[in-house]
């Protein structure tokens, strides 16, 4: 299976944005975004004009190294955000905001949304009582979220709930802490997924 095997904050600094992809790390001055604000390379410090399309495929880029989903992936979600009513732009953030890895991040359950991908692939929840390991689930209003009661002791469970107050929870989950157990209560609207992304440029790249 493809996937990007290289330096995480490197990709921060290409797109020029921070996108928490190291989890706490990101949020200390250890961060390389912060301590070399300029895209990677021999010429990262050259300023050059960005083209319409270079814009648009950079906030393309953007949203899919967000979420960590390939390029065919994300063409899927895209194509399903437009068949449904409403926007499509934010259609698509919302289903990438609903997928269950992500929704394990947002939880406070894993530091990251790579390491809820790999805990997920590792059997270590359940969903609505069930032991799930697929990390692009939907996840849907009243599902349930559970750390299985024999991870509940992982060190990186632990670490990751140490550390869910700098981020904070958004409103449309639940979370119980102590119980290893969170819920979906509402579905995310454009206003809740705090992410520097112009979806819009994203809709009319796939528009051409």
Not at 45 to 63: F, G, N
């Amino acid at each position: 299976m493809a996937r990007y095997t290289g330096p995480k904050c490197r990709l921060c600094r290409r797109e020029g944005v921070k996108l928490f992809l190291k989890g706490d790390r990101c949020f200390t001055d250890k961060c390389a975004h912060e301590r070399r604000p300029y895209a990677p390379g021999q010429h990262g410090r050259i300023r050059k004009k960005m083209s319409d399309y270079a814009v648009q495929l950079r906030e393309k880029q953007k949203a899919r190294r967000v979420y960590g989903v390939l390029e065919l992936q994300f063409r899927g979600y895209f194509e399903h955000a437009e068949r449904q009513q409403g926007v499509t732009g934010a259609n698509l953030l919302i289903l990438l905001e609903r997928r269950l890895d992500n929704v394990i991040y947002r939880m406070g359950f894993a530091n990251s949304r790579d390491q809820a991908r790999q805990l997920v692939r590792h059997g270590l929840f359940t969903l609505n009582g069930r032991r799930v390991t697929i990390p692009s689930m939907q996840v849907r209003v009243g599902d349930m979220i559970e750390v299985r009661e024999k991870n509940r002791k992982s060190p990186v469970v632990q670490e990751a709930q140490q550390v869910i107050a700098r981020r904070g929870c958004p409103t449309w989950l639940e979370v119980d802490g102590a119980a290893f157990k969170g819920k979906m209560i509402a579905m995310p609207s454009r206003e809740d997924i705090q992410l520097a992304v112009n979806e819009q440029l994203i809709v009319e790249l796939y528009s051409k």
